[in-house]
């Protein structure tokens, strides 16, 4: 007999940096049964931080250094939501968003980094640019970057870049920006150049966390480069153009970049969490709040009682794996095991030139083959979480049921696609409706055998209800976003028939959990739903909720219009062009996403195209005189256009490049990356003339792609198009497009030709 494993704890990751890279990748491995697990962070595409220094030297690209957390969010079974925590109340539990509803928790791991405090020098935030965020100071330092090299460039005039602070992120700062901008003025590092860079440090020498031969070198290095340094000079001010310091003694700079006084955010302290003297969160040797137990810090954000340790990402690292032991257990009701960082790391800095520098408490090393050293270690560390193994769906099945060809189908099934991609086939659910009795009645206008979107009920008054059913399995472990995106969905059927939505009945499905974990899910998407349902003018009258092995949600939408208006599948004319209104692609990047194979960007564009209303598309499409419409959806563009064809048997000609998809689409169905609906909606392609000259272009695949959400597909007058289309175009939808023309009516056959 089955048996689904409840929900019983939540735990809530904050933030997403190098030890939580660690908490990720082990509940991926080794999954906790019954522990809900939610990431939420301000950036998604997260740097390394060891390999900055090789981006600002021009040795790796920006996609080189950074891990995206989806895949691997999506590899530990983790919903991944992108935003800034404004509060936590840990009376309750409960955490707030800027833009969403509040969240509960069991347990929270805080592993928020740090930044540079601005507010300790004054001017910081009017004149100077902070090294930390990191995912903040890149873009920043690329204008920085631009402009010295433009500077140079055109003007006999010196750049004087002051870098304020004398630590490793300094000196790596001074020497990677040096090997960088001579490399694109043409300059060697021992020549003259008209770039001036000075390290300003309140310390009496640099790196003092570092024996005394780094140090030495370090200072040597610097002098040959001709990069000066200016020791003892506590920065008090900054103004334009301007380093002020308490001996008196001021700097010019044209650019200035700090990368002192480190700090967090202050929602933790207001939150009532114990803080160290250092500013930091203070926990215990088992990284637990030394204030309340069922938190837990790492990283950069914390300090160790009775065991501070420098803020670099080498303890961050290495405080990932006993985080997530730590998370577990706590949450297991386990003893927590200890930890004690070491007193003295590894040190590796660049100096920009693909050379490093290597210490660890009196050793010293340096050279090519140091830095050699330093990237091997860098992109191992990169590719450890980012590189992650496809988890094959387990079988519950007694040994023997099946055979081995049987059981490998099964196992793609289990893998089968969520939203319109889990769909029945169009050829199962037909041949079924067929052996079913079909009862008349009267007053309704189209029956189970008609194609349309929706069906039509004549009122007394004259009017026509509309009735339209969807439902959907969640494809994304976030309840808020796929409530807004799945009531979209429904409504889209009533739109595409020229109607108004008036009201709905809503059906939830809630996979079986603690009573405060299903309140939280059922909130949330319940929220999303209403919010969008009062978006489009339509009332929420009522509906039905039952527990659930997955995340289900549909609606039962009703919408009026008078008969004379109704927009249906049929009506086509020849001569009108064929306009569609959102792009392709959900279908392969949500299968994509399954397979840890989709990056957040993508994702997050598909999820933008998906949440947009068809609403203002059909107010659009009806303006400019639409004769015949319908929505994408499972059956993907080809599919839904076959059905407006058949009725009359029209021919279509599709300009195949002028379909628009969403990015990253295209590379992953060539990549082979299919929805589970896919194969069968491609049944119809011999309906589709040219496949041999056109089966090579990329678009041609598109054709088949099951559409969550989906824009609606149109035919309007030509004469019309360029104006609805730029109607279209400034409403929203940026990639509204004409894909053909209808190029006959009242043929022998229904057929779609592809140029």
Request: charged share 20%; proline share 4%.
């Amino acid at each position: 007999m089955r048996t689904n494993t409840p929900i019983v704890k939540h735990l809530i990751l904050i933030g997403g940096g190098h030890s939580h890279l660690a908490v990720l990748k082990h509940l991926g491995m080794k999954p906790v049964q019954g522990l809900a697990v939610t990431l939420i962070s301000r950036d998604i595409h997260t740097p390394y931080s060891g390999s900055l220094p090789g981006l600002i030297a021009g040795t790796y690209e920006h996609d080189d250094i950074h891990i995206d957390l989806r895949p691997l969010a999506q590899f530990a079974g983790a919903r991944i939501i992108q935003e800034e925590i404004t509060k936590i109340d840990l009376i309750n539990k409960r955490i707030t968003t800027q833009s969403r509803p509040a969240l509960d928790f069991d347990i929270l791991s805080l592993n928020i980094g740090s930044e540079p405090d601005a507010q300790l020098i004054p001017g910081a935030l009017h004149y100077a640019t902070g090294i930390k965020p990191i995912s903040e100071f890149i873009p920043q330092w690329h204008k920085i970057f631009d402009t010295i090299v433009s500077s140079l460039s055109n003007q006999d005039t010196e750049y004087t870049l002051a870098i304020v602070g004398g630590g490793p992120a300094s000196v790596e700062l001074a020497f990677s920006a040096q090997v960088s901008i001579y490399r694109q003025l043409g300059v060697s590092l021992t020549e003259q150049s008209k770039l001036k860079i000075q390290i300003i440090s309140a310390d009496d020498d640099v790196l003092k966390s570092h024996n005394q031969a780094v140090r030495n070198f370090t200072r040597s290095e610097l002098k040959r480069r001709g990069i000066e340094i200016r020791l003892s000079s506590l920065v008090t001010e900054f103004k334009e153009n301007t380093v002020i310091c308490e001996n008196g003694d001021s700097y010019y700079a044209d650019a200035i970049v700090f990368a002192t006084g480190a700090k967090i955010p202050s929602w933790p302290a207001e939150s009532g969490l114990n803080i160290a003297s250092d500013g930091f969160i203070e926990v215990n040797n088992h990284l637990q709040s030394t204030s309340h137990e069922f938190v837990f810090a790492a990283g950069d954000a914390a300090t160790i009682r009775d065991a501070n340790r420098p803020k670099s990402g080498v303890y961050a690292v290495r405080q990932g794996k006993p985080l997530a032991e730590n998370l577990v257990r706590f949450a297991t009701g386990r003893y927590l095991k200890s930890y004690r960082p070491q007193r003295h790391a590894l040190a590796l800095m660049s100096m920009g030139d693909k050379k490093a520098i290597a210490s660890r408490n009196k050793l010293f090393f340096k050279g090519g083959w140091v830095w050699h050293l330093k990237n091997r270690i860098d992109t191992n560390f990169l590719k450890k979480y980012s590189e992650l193994p496809v988890m094959s769906a387990p079988l519950d099945l007694a040994k023997g049921l099946v055979d081995k060809k049987l059981e490998q189908q099964l196992k793609i099934h289990a893998m089968r696609c969520a939203g319109c991609g889990a769909k029945v086939a169009g050829n199962v659910l037909e041949e079924v409706l067929q052996q079913l009795p079909n009862i008349k009645k009267a007053d309704v206008l189209s029956g189970r055998s008609e194609i349309e979107d929706a069906s039509m009920i004549k009122m007394s008054d004259g009017r026509v209800l509309l009735q339209s059913v969807d439902q959907l399995k969640a494809f994304i472990s976030d309840p808020w976003l796929f409530g807004k995106i799945a009531t979209n969905h429904c409504l889209s059927d009533i739109y595409a028939m020229g109607a108004t939505p008036h009201s709905a009945l809503a059906v939830v499905g809630i996979p079986f959990a603690s009573k405060k974990y299903v309140r939280s899910q059922l909130k949330e998407l319940m929220l999303a739903c209403s919010e969008t349902l009062h978006e489009n003018d339509c009332a929420l009258i009522g509906g039905h909720s039952a527990e659930s092995d997955e995340l289900h949600f549909g609606l039962c939408v009703n919408g009026f219009i008078e008969e004379e208006k109704i927009l249906g599948k049929s009506g086509l004319q020849e001569g009108d062009t064929l306009i569609l209104t959102k792009p392709l692609g959900t279908g392969t990047l949500l299968a994509a996403d399954m397979r840890y194979r989709a990056s957040h960007r993508n994702i997050t564009a598909a999820l933008h195209h998906m949440a947009l209303s068809n609403k203002q598309a059909a107010d659009s499409l009806v303006e400019h005189g639409t004769r015949a419409c319908t929505d994408i959806t499972g059956f993907g563009l080809a599919g839904h256009l076959i059905e407006m064809l058949s009725a009359d048997n029209v021919v279509v000609e599709l300009t195949l490049d002028n379909i628009p998809a969403l990015d990253g689409a295209l590379e992953s169905l060539q990549a082979g990356v299919l929805s589970s609906l896919h194969q069968d909606n491609k049944l119809i392609s011999e309906m589709i003339s040219a496949q041999t000259i056109s089966a090579t272009n990329p678009h041609y695949e598109l054709l088949f792609d099951p559409q969550t959400a989906g824009g609606l597909l149109a035919s309007v007058p030509k004469a019309n198009a360029k104006k609805c289309l730029l109607h279209l175009r400034k409403n929203g939808y940026t990639q509204a497009t004409a894909i053909g023309q209808v190029t006959r009516t009242g043929g022998e056959n229904p057929s779609i030709i592809l140029k």
